[in-house]
């Protein structure tokens, strides 16, 4: 219950095309729902995150779509450049105190020019 | 800006040494963690803490144990280091106890066990 899974594990998307990563869970108690993104040598650092209440967030290229009765949500990234070759983490935690961050297995995302 | 920062990028040690890894924030945020970081299994909490003196178990405590004596400091120990904890080793920081905040990381460190 405590699990999120993350697929595909790696991908690779044309500069320009869509790149979609997918994400399920089971614990109904979660409402917190981020994207990391993470550089070769860097730590993961926020790019998006959602929560519940919402179906769709967008910030700039990065879109999560959220489908509570699925229990799952995905990362579109549109217009795909070079620049957004990274591992992606979806994670997911409740509200409540004691509650920390449920990460997936990441995705490997390589934006070939 | 955040900065979470760790005392070293690159460690090499020997099977059995005691190994300590630092990690210091500058925001003072009362959440702190260690995850283990391996191709495949993506980022494992190791342990976490939510103030000064106070830890909690994450999904992979054996073989390691933390210290928090100050707000800004988190310190990672492995007691015997052994070959099977060699890995990526990564230090956050959040603002609230609860979910649903931001998890600042700091750049890593890349233990290796001989």
């Known amino acids: 219950q405590q699990q999120v899974k993350q697929s595909p594990q790696s991908l690779i998307v044309q500069k320009g095309g869509i790149s979609i990563i997918n994400c399920a869970y089971e614990?109904?108690?979660?409402?917190?729902f981020p994207w990391y993104q993470q550089f070769p040598g860097k730590g993961p650092a926020l790019l998006i995150a959602i929560r519940p209440d919402v179906s769709e967030k967008k910030e700039g290229r990065f879109t999560i779509s959220f489908n509570k009765s699925a229990k799952q949500f995905s990362l579109h990234i549109m217009d795909s450049q070079p620049g957004d070759s990274a591992t992606y983490f979806c994670a997911a935690s409740g509200d409540q105190a004691g509650t920390a961050l449920i990460f997936g297995k990441g995705t490997t995302l390589s934006v070939s020019s | 800006d955040v900065k979470v920062t760790q005392s070293s990028r690159y460690l090499v040690k020997r099977t059995g040494e005691k190994v300590f890894l630092e990690c210091v924030q500058d925001m003072d945020h009362e959440n702190m963690f260690w995850y283990r970081q391996d191709p495949g299994l993506g980022l494992r909490l190791i342990y976490f803490s939510y103030d000064v003196k106070m830890k909690e178990k994450g999904d992979i405590p054996e073989g390691y144990s933390v210290s928090r004596e100050k707000k800004e400091r988190f310190s990672l120990i492995l007691e015997s280091a052994s070959t099977n904890q060699t890995s990526m080793y990564l230090c956050?920081?959040?603002?609230?106890?609860?979910?649903?905040?931001?998890?600042?990381f700091g750049p890593g460190t890349r233990l290796t066990v001989l």
């Open positions: 614990n109904t108690a979660f409402d917190y």
């Open positions: 956050a920081s959040s603002f609230n106890w609860a979910g649903g905040y931001e998890q600042f």
